[in-house]
């Protein structure tokens, strides 16, 4: 189109010469014709003067190139003549653009994956490839930072931090406990100060609503067979509430005294919860009816007795006392159980409850609050840091995480969407 308007100067110059020789009535005729020439160039000279020409977009370089299984990532693109119509692939996953800086910098966000994987990021401009770069995915450690009202979120296989996943005060969160990913793939926070699960997008981390409202300040949550079951510290009892919707289905535990960690057997179905009044891990057999069934109100203590929508006690199943025992865990072969009271790990005997291992903690840890198991390895957290020690010897291995600030809390490992029974 450029080189448009030269062709047509050119044309007008070589037809005045020939009008030039040309008789008196040929000329008046050529002239007339020359005219229209004329007027048309100098429109075509107008148009191109104020025309704006698009040069192809192109990418120079995709920045980070990793991130959470949650997605969210911002990715940024920086090249030259960006606009909001290029799409990002993430392994045959399209997002268009969310966000222009200006024409060299643009961005867009990654999707959620259901695990850590590694993908191909394919950024286009219609169907023109522009470039393309390896994404990769990592598992997510989220900690819950107690006295500072937040969700910090780690890498979990590297200890690097990422992120506040739910800033402070978010949606009112005060003092947070339990964390747990729903039925729905969002998030969700016991918040002791606001005595309420809070539900949080599982992708993004910003506040959706208040999902329930927990009579004497929730501790441990978990999803389990489409409920949510959180354990009421102050109010002595586990309590069950749709997975869904919220709404309450009644006591599942009863008296007994500030219950605190909750973990469900995925092999026989009972329910283990640690007392941090009582120093021991209690066992309950599933109800009588099994844990499909609707549950009902009691009013005296004989009526309990008989109802067939509880939890049955069992027995106190570890052997031996850990003093304000908190977080637990569940390994192929053991039970782990942390203190914030004892610089000690607690192993017992998966099937017997027998103590097998009280294995020690470095100078530098106190005030343990939590344990999970990962990658099998099992991590500790502690005042500002999350310890990484050996299973099955009990040998610290390194500081995983460390923030400064940090009072936990708890820990929650999510490597997966997948929601298994009592994750």
Not at 223 to 234: G, K
Request: with cysteine.
């Amino acid at each position: 189109m450029k080189a448009f308007a030269p062709c047509r100067a050119k044309q007008i110059y070589q037809m005045c010469g020939q009008i030039l020789q040309q008789s008196r009535p040929e000329r008046k005729s050529a002239l007339h014709e020359m005219r229209l020439l004329m007027r048309r160039a100098q429109l075509l000279l107008f148009l191109l003067s104020h025309a704006a020409f698009v040069d192809a977009a192109q990418v120079f370089s995709v920045a980070p190139t990793t991130g959470p299984i949650e997605g969210y990532t911002r990715v940024w693109m920086t090249g030259s003549a960006l606009h909001a119509g290029i799409t990002c692939a993430f392994g045959g996953k399209s997002m268009s653009v969310a966000g222009t800086g200006n024409s060299t910098h643009v961005w867009c966000h990654a999707p959620r994956v259901s695990a850590g994987q590694q993908v191909t990021l394919v950024i286009q401009d219609g169907g023109t490839t522009l470039i393309t770069r390896q994404y990769t995915y990592h598992p997510s450690l989220f900690v819950s930072d107690y006295s500072g009202h937040r969700i910090v979120r780690f890498n979990a296989d590297t200890g690097a931090y990422v992120d506040d996943f739910v800033p402070t005060s978010s949606g009112g969160l005060d003092r947070p406990w339990g964390m747990a990913f729903g039925i729905d793939h969002n998030f969700y926070v016991a918040s002791e100060g606001t005595s309420s699960i809070i539900q949080y997008d599982g992708s993004s981390g910003k506040f959706l609503r208040r999902f329930c409202s927990v009579p004497g300040e929730p501790r441990g949550i978990v999803f389990h067979y489409q409920d949510l079951f959180v354990a009421s510290a102050h109010g002595n009892a586990v309590l069950r509430y749709n997975g869904q919707t919220g709404s309450p289905r009644g006591t599942f535990v009863h008296d007994i005294l500030s219950p605190w960690g909750i973990a469900f057997d995925r092999y026989s179905n009972d329910t283990y919860v640690s007392s941090e009044r009582k120093d021991h891990v209690y066992r309950y057999k599933q109800p009588l009816q099994g844990l499909w069934g609707e549950l009902g109100i009691v009013q005296s203590a004989n009526e309990r007795q008989q109802d067939r929508t509880f939890a049955r006690f069992d027995r106190v199943f570890t052997n031996s006392i850990v003093p304000a025992c908190m977080g637990l865990v569940f390994t192929v072969d053991s039970l782990y159980v942390v203190s914030p009271e004892v610089s000690k790990i607690a192993r017992f005997n998966r099937t017997s409850g027998e103590l097998m291992h009280m294995f020690d903690q470095p100078e530098a840890a106190w005030h343990s609050s939590d344990i999970k198991e990962y990658r099998d390895y099992v991590y500790v957290l502690n005042e500002h840091q999350v310890h990484k020690y050996h299973r099955l010897n009990g040998e610290f291995i390194r500081v995983h995480a460390e923030l400064a600030g940090l009072v936990g809390g708890v820990l929650l490992f999510h490597h997966n969407d997948n929601l298994a029974m009592g994750d």
